[in-house]
């Protein structure tokens, strides 16, 4: 939720393109199905501000789950959400995104 709350008030929001959240430091999370749905509901409305972002989020492999959840529920946004297990790989992902939108 603060994660969500900080991208919420970002002044660079309205201009993002991607955001990449890095949770593979988390060892244990304890987030319940409603949690989750909550965040998805928050960042519906933050869509409203902004729905072209692309979000990359980094779980270790045992916590994928919660990122397939969250996508799940934020179907209905027009975000991209990608996830990986890798950092270097969601990296390389924000660069090529990062590329495209400047050619634009």
């Keep these: 939720m603060l ?8 002044e660079y ?3 993002a393109v991607v955001t990449l959240w890095d949770f593979s430091a988390i060892e244990d999370f304890d987030l319940s199905n409603s949690d989750i749905e909550a965040i998805a509901v928050l960042d519906r409305i933050t869509s ?8 990359l989020l980094v ?12 996508r ?9 959400i ?7 790989k969601a990296d390389y992902s924000k660069l090529l995104l990062l590329k495209i939108a400047s050619l634009k």
């Design 3 to 10: 994660c969500d709350s900080f991208f919420e008030g970002n």
């Design 82 to 88: 990608e996830i990986f297990t890798d950092r270097a």
């Design 48 to 55: 409203f501000m902004n729905n072209r972002v692309t979000v």
């Design 13 to 15: 929001l309205e201009s």
């Design 59 to 70: 779980f270790r492999k045992e916590h994928c789950n919660y990122g397939r959840l969250y």
């Design 72 to 80: 799940f529920y934020a179907r209905s946004l027009s975000w991209t």
